[in-house]
């Protein structure tokens, strides 16, 4: 460990301390500039047209007529745009979703596809020119069909998890069973909708470029437009200052940023391309719709001997994302044989993408429903069957733990929330109309960090600047970072200035992953810690300052391999009224492991918006689509259904305080996933304690309560 870690570590005196945003009083006045509103000289507006078949051919665009109507610059499409580097990779080896390929053929392959920009002095008058563009395809057949029993179904790893792992006998071991799970599981297509839509104003100037983007993460994109129209990346500048929420889908290059750049390249002047609601349904990616089927075996005492989780799940017919929803138990729990299978197939859809805790949020559906039930049939508590199977190092990898607390966090929070007292019988318990029942699920997200750069400067005034291209979405992260510096510095955390967003600071990995705070905060210390030692004399400050300038690649690199999550155990209470078949969650509790909580003002609001999410995903969200035009039912958020303010119950959060990992110095683990995953499943096992029926398809909506209460009664 570095003399600057250990310092950061040693003094902690603002971090785990609780402070308030640093832009929270420019978000709530207005004074915050996003995407969208950040001024430009001789600004024009481009809107986006997309198709209305699902799979074809362009044939011809009507542009003339277009262009004859007031305020109109210019008709994009595939006809007349800017050629780029279709073979651009982005910064992990990977081609980009032809999605961000704009105008370069003249395909579409799913509906929504985007088929030309109309630029005008008005986004007004772009809207108007955009509806009334006429646009002639050649159609072909589509299939949209995504079901359990597709021969064209193939196995494939996730952004993080491998296709198939095993180890064991599968079917000896379930053979030699005393019990066993075996249950089919369904979630549907869910999508990501941040409050601030995809935005990109941008400013070609010859070989210079200029963008205020909303993004997650400004260095990335500027690599990939840089590769996409073959500049020099030293000429590509983009800034996110503020960031109205990502969730993933902001992660990669999107239509609105190539546009946005193509129109300015042909005009030489600002153009702003800012997508609609519904546009988003359909070209910002969103969670894939999975199947799933979880087999479990164990002895009589409970302890597992087999577990098998295959999942299913959609992509496009150009690009392959795959929703990896069966890697969640390859760290959770062990078992002599253990098998895990993700598969995906291809459909005329869009492309997936990342989604708040990608594979994990519907993975532990699935997987920790199954062990509720089999804690059931075993005869045991769910908390110890879950107690029986901890694993002493990684089940699939071997790898020592760098810290494992879910069994902590699982007994504490069943202390906190009452546990002790749940009678295990369901459908005994009433209120009135409802039957009430409460539930449990065990959650986790692994621990990452990614190479980070930093500046920090010691300014003759006697205050500091750290510079990183950090992406606060909404997190809180620039705040937490100030904690970091201050505190690596030994100074007070006015004395910090933070600056982020903006790729001109050099490389630093995206907000995602929940390895963005890890990975930034590491750079931060590791910059502020040598600044430290450089100034320790007491040397006079010239007048631009004395700065460093930190690299994490090295420090990671050198990391010992351990098994490195963070934990949680979700606990629920609900009540169903089985006439109407309404649920209605009475009270969340949430009680994680998470390493250095930074800030714990905005670690609960990440934590309780997670739970929330998760939520949502158990009663609401679902995205239906229609077999016959290949399109969305509903895209807009009035169709979409999610939980609202009232659905939303009292939400419990706290957290154990871990102690340190002395191979990881920055010794934080990331928040931003771990508080969806496992919700879901804590819900439906408390949905099935109250009525006795096991829900295994989400949303679970009224109409599907209703008609499980009426079929157990038949049986």
């Known amino acids: 460990m570095t003399s600057d870690m250990t310092a950061v570590r040693a003094a902690r005196g603002a971090v785990g301390t609780t402070h308030t945003r640093l832009e929270g009083r420019d ?142 006998d599968l079917e000896a071991e379930l053979a030699a069973s005393a019990v066993v799970v075996d249950a089919e599981y369904t979630t549907p297509e869910e999508h990501h ?98 199947l799933q089927r979880v087999r479990l075996g164990a002895d009589a005492s409970g302890r597992l001997r087999a577990l098998e989780h295959s999942s299913l799940s959609q992509t496009s017919s150009v690009y392959q994302f795959v929703e990896a929803a069966a890697g969640v138990g390859r760290v959770m729990y062990d078992a002599d044989a253990h098998h895990t299978t993700n598969s995906v197939v291809r459909l005329d859809v869009p492309t997936p993408t990342y989604m708040r805790a990608p594979s994990e949020a519907p993975g532990s559906f699935a997987l920790e429903s199954a062990i509720d039930e089999l804690a059931e049939r075993c005869g045991l508590d769910p908390i110890e069957l879950r107690a029986r199977n901890e694993p002493e190092a990684g089940p699939i990898s071997g790898l020592p733990f760098s810290s494992n607390h879910l069994i902590a966090c699982l007994r504490e929070g069943a202390r906190r929330f009452g546990w ?11 209120a009135g109309r409802w039957l009430i029942g409460t539930g449990t699920a065990a959650a986790t997200f692994y621990t990452l960090a990614a190479p980070s750069t930093a500046t920090a400067t010691a300014e003759p005034d006697g205050t500091f600047t750290v510079r990183i291209a950090a992406a606060d979405i909404g997190t809180g992260a620039r705040t937490a970072l100030r904690l970091i510096a201050a505190d690596t510095l030994g100074v007070p955390t006015d004395r910090v200035r933070m600056r982020v967003g903006d790729s001109a600071f050099g490389p630093a990995i995206i907000a995602g992953g929940s390895m963005g705070t890890r990975s930034w905060g590491w750079a931060v210390a590791e910059a502020a810690g040598e600044l430290r030692e450089r100034i320790a004399g007491g040397q006079d400050i010239p007048v631009d300052g004395i700065t460093v300038r930190s690299n994490t690649a090295a420090a990671l690199a050198s990391l010992a391999k351990k098994e490195r999550h963070a934990y949680g155990a979700q606990f629920a209470e609900v009540a169903v009224d089985t006439g109407t078949g309404e649920v209605r969650v009475r009270r969340l509790h949430g009680m994680f492991a998470a390493g250095v909580i930074v800030n714990p ?61 002395e191979d990881d110095p920055i010794g934080i683990k990331g928040i931003g996933e771990i508080g969806i995953v496992g919700t879901a499943a804590a819900i439906a096992n408390a949905v099935w304690h109250a009525t006795g029926v096991r829900h295994r398809h989400l949303p679970i909506r009224p109409d599907r309560v209703l008609m499980a209460d009426t079929e157990s009664q038949d049986a």
Not at 200 to 223: C, K, P, V, Y
Not at 422 to 427: A, L, Q, Y
Request: charged share 20%; proline share 7%; hydrophobic share 40%.
């Open 193 to 290: 909708n941040p409050m601030e839509p995809h935005a990109t104003t941008a400013f070609r100037d010859g070989d210079r470029l200029e963008m205020a983007d909303s993004n997650q993460g400004s260095a990335r994109i500027a690599s990939d437009i840089a590769g996409l129209f073959s500049l020099d990346p030293a000429s590509v500048r983009v800034r996110s200052e503020h960031v109205g929420g990502g969730f993933g889908g902001k992660v990669d290059v999107r239509p609105q940023q190539v546009a946005a750049v193509m129109a300015s390249t042909v005009l030489r002047r600002p153009v702003r391309v800012i997508m609609t609601r519904r546009q988003m349904f359909s070209l910002t990616g969103y969670r894939s719709p999975t």
């Open 420 to 430: 002790a007292d749940r009678d295990p019988r369901p459908g005994l318990r009433r």
């Open 27 to 168: 978000k709530v006045t207005g004074a915050s500039r996003y995407a969208g509103e950040v001024s430009f000289p001789g600004l024009a507006h481009g809107w986006l047209a997309v198709s209305a078949i699902t799979r074809g051919r362009v044939r011809s665009v009507d542009v003339e007529p277009v262009l004859g109507m007031p305020g109109v610059l210019a008709v994009l499409h595939h006809g007349n745009a800017p050629r780029i580097n279709v073979g651009h990779l982005n910064p992990k080896g990977m081609p980009l979703d032809p999605i961000a390929l704009l105008f370069q053929d003249d395909r579409v392959p799913h509906m929504g596809w985007p088929v030309a920009l109309i630029v005008a002095e008005t986004s007004e008058q772009a809207r108007e020119a955009a509806e009334a563009l006429v646009v002639h395809y050649e159609e072909e057949p589509f299939d949209v069909a995504f079901s359990a029993d597709r021969a064209d179904a193939y196995t494939a790893p996730g952004p993080a998890a491998a296709a198939v792992v095993q180890k064991g």
């Open 601 to 661: 003002l905005t670690a609960r609001n990440q934590l309780v918006g997670g739970m929330i999410w998760g939520l949502s995903m158990a009663l609401h969200e679902e995205a239906a689509r229609d077999r016959h035009s290949g399109g969305l039912v509903g895209a807009d958020l009035a169709g979409y259904h999610f939980a609202a303010n009232a659905d939303v119950p009292h939400i419990e959060v706290d957290w154990l305080n871990e102690g340190p990992d």
